[in-house]
């Protein structure tokens, strides 16, 4: 089965910064790359899909890119409301694992 | 607006069995491959399990695989997860999503929660 790395676990950043959270598969999956948040007590929500692709009514502040086994998740400029969890999911095959998340805390 | 609203978690015993239910409404259900996700309290997301649109193929994660069994039944737009021979890691707050046209996880119920103890 093909393995997910995210990093970093966690990470504290400022209102305004940009952040940038990676996962990295071991197998090649082309752009077959999701990334979720999750704020704590509710269900994941779908950011991006097709590792590029925004999802409708998602701020543009947040980005996606990548492709192969190497792919990013951006915000640029962070807001109050982006504090959560993020993970990617690869789905070009099962099993449609996760990353392990990130973690984001907005100072 | 798709609602997907899971039933069925309990507090088990270890090795014992449970069955949870998704019910599915505002789409077509019958059209769309579904999926159990579950997240430890605390952890991480993991996929569990698939079970495509027509019902011909499912998947299932390792640790699952041999004791859960995924089945939907299209009259009742409702999906089903049997799990057997329980463990205390499987405890989870266990979600029903939504797979959509382009093969994404977009919609997700509020999940149920199963707890293996003694």
């Known amino acids: ?107 | 607006e798709v609602q997907l609203v899971e039933s069925g978690g309990a507090v088990v015993q270890p090795g014992g069995s449970l069955r949870l239910s998704c019910l599915a409404s505002g789409f077509t259900f019958e059209d769309y491959t579904m999926h159990w996700v579950r997240q430890a309290p605390g952890r991480g997301l993991q996929w569990v399990s698939l079970l495509n649109w027509n019902g011909h193929s499912t998947y299932y994660e390792d640790s699952v695989k041999g004791r859960f069994t995924i089945s939907r039944d299209d009259s009742k737009n409702s999906l089903y997860l049997d799990m057997n021979s329980l463990r205390t890691e499987d405890t989870a707050l266990y979600y029903c999503v939504r797979e959509t046209a382009q093969l994404v996880l977009e919609d997700w119920g509020q999940g149920t929660l199963v707890t293996v103890s003694s």
């Open chain 1, 1 to 107: 089965d093909i393995q997910m790395t995210q990093s970093p676990s966690s990470l504290s950043a400022s209102v305004g910064d940009r952040v940038t959270i990676t996962c990295r598969t071991s197998r090649p999956i082309v752009t077959f790359l999701a990334w979720f948040q999750q704020i704590p007590g509710k269900a994941p929500k779908l950011l991006i899909s097709a590792a590029s692709t925004l999802q409708s009514g998602v701020p543009s502040r947040f980005s996606g890119s990548g492709s192969g086994t190497d792919f990013t998740l951006t915000i640029s400029g962070l807001q109050p409301e982006d504090a959560a969890t993020y993970y990617c999911q690869k789905y070009n095959s099962a099993p449609h694992t996760f990353g392990q998340g990130t973690k984001v805390e907005v100072k």
